[in-house]
C-alpha cells in the first residue's frame, strides 16, 4: 500500500509540473503573426429548459404558446480582450442565419487573430448600414436568408427574428370566446407570427455584449468552442410583458408583430436573449 500510495504522490507531481512547464511554455509564446478559427454554438432553448419545436409551455403572462419556428440572424462579431482590444470580424463575412428547424446552429469565424478573449460583441440582425449597400452586394445572404424565411421583399428587407406558433389565451382571462373566428385546430388556440426587423420608421437592429465565463484561447492549433444560450421566451416575456391576445386581428385568428411600438419592445426585449453558458478551448469541435 505504502509504496502503491509513493508512485501515486509521484505521478501527481510530475503532472502538477508538466501542466506547470504547458503552461509557462504557453505564456512564452509568441503568437504575434498567428491565427485561429473559433466556433460559436447556439443552443436554444425556452425559460430554462431546451427549445423543442411542436412542444408546448405556458409563460409568466399564462398564455400557452407551441412553438413552430425559432430563425433569427446574428452578425457583426466582435471580439475583445481584456485590456479592450477589439478584433473586428470582416464585415462582409459576418452575417449568419440561426435556424432551429433546419438545424444551423453555429457561426464560424475564421483567421481569428491568436490570443485570450474575454468577451463577445454581436448583432440581432441586419445593420443598416449593410442593408443601404444594396441587394448586390449581400447577394448571397441574401439568398440564404431568403431560403430559410428570413426576408420580405428587398425594399421591406430582412426579418431579423422569426418567432412562430400557436397559442392559448390565459385561463383566467375569460376571454376565449370574444372572438367568433377562432384560429385553425383546438377552439381557443390562435396562431401567433413575431417578425422583428427593421422598417422606415424605426430601425430594430440591436447589439449585445457578453463576457465569457473562461477566456477564449485563439491558437493556430485550437478551435475554442462558445456555446451560447438563446431563450425565445423574453421575445414577450421579457422585461417588458406582451399579451399575445391582445394582438389578435379584427377576425380573431391570428396575432401578428410585424411593426409599431410592440416591436420596439420585443428588440428591446431580445437583449437579454442570450446568455454564454460556457466556452470549451482546444482542439475539435465540443457541443457539450
Given at each position: 500500500m505504502k509504496t502503491t500510495f509513493k508512485y501515486f504522490a509521484l505521478y501527481l507531481t510530475f503532472s502538477v509540473l508538466f501542466t506547470a512547464c504547458?503552461?509557462?511554455?504557453?505564456?512564452?509564446?509568441?503568437l504575434d503573426g498567428t491565427f485561429g478559427d473559433v466556433e460559436l454554438y447556439f443552443d436554444n432553448g425556452v425559460a430554462g429548459d431546451a427549445l423543442v419545436l411542436g412542444s408546448s409551455y405556458t409563460n409568466s403572462n399564462g398564455e400557452t404558446l407551441t412553438i413552430n419556428r425559432f430563425n433569427y440572424i446574428v452578425s457583426n462579431f466582435v471580439l475583445i480582450k481584456a485590456d479592450g482590444t477589439e478584433y473586428v470580424y470582416p464585415k462582409n463575412d459576418s452575417y449568419f442565419v440561426i435556424s432551429e428547424e433546419m438545424n444551423q446552429v453555429t457561426a464560424h469565424l475564421v483567421n481569428i487573430p491568436a490570443g485570450d478573449y474575454t468577451q463577445i460583441k454581436f448583432g440581432i440582425g441586419v445593420d443598416q448600414q449593410r442593408y443601404l449597400e444594396?441587394?448586390?452586394?449581400?447577394?448571397d445572404f441574401w439568398n440564404h436568408a431568403a431560403a430559410n424565411n428570413m426576408v420580405w421583399t428587398w425594399s421591406t428587407g430582412?426579418?431579423?427574428?422569426?418567432?412562430?406558433?400557436t397559442f392559448n389565451p390565459a385561463a383566467h382571462s375569460g376571454r376565449h370566446d370574444d372572438h367568433d373566428h377562432p384560429g385553425e385546430g383546438t377552439p381557443g388556440m390562435y396562431n401567433f407570427q413575431i417578425h422583428q426587423g427593421s422598417n422606415s420608421a424605426t430601425d430594430n437592429y440591436r447589439e449585445v455584449t457578453l463576457n465569457l465565463p473562461t477566456n477564449v484561447r485563439v491558437r493556430k492549433d485550437e478551435m475554442p468552442n462558445i456555446h451560447l444560450i438563446a431563450d425565445a421566451n423574453v421575445i414577450v416575456d421579457g422585461?417588458?410583458?406582451?399579451i399575445l391576445y391582445d394582438n389578435l386581428n379584427t377576425a380573431g385568428t391570428n396575432a401578428s408583430i410585424m411593426g409599431g411600438a410592440n416591436l420596439i419592445t420585443i428588440a428591446a426585449n431580445t437583449m437579454n436573449m442570450f446568455t454564454v453558458d460556457h466556452v470549451h478551448n482546444g482542439a475539435g469541435n465540443h457541443h457539450d
Open positions: 504547458s503552461s509557462d511554455d504557453d505564456a512564452g509564446q509568441n444594396g441587394e448586390t452586394a449581400q447577394q430582412y426579418r431579423f427574428i422569426n418567432f412562430e406558433g422585461a417588458t410583458k406582451i
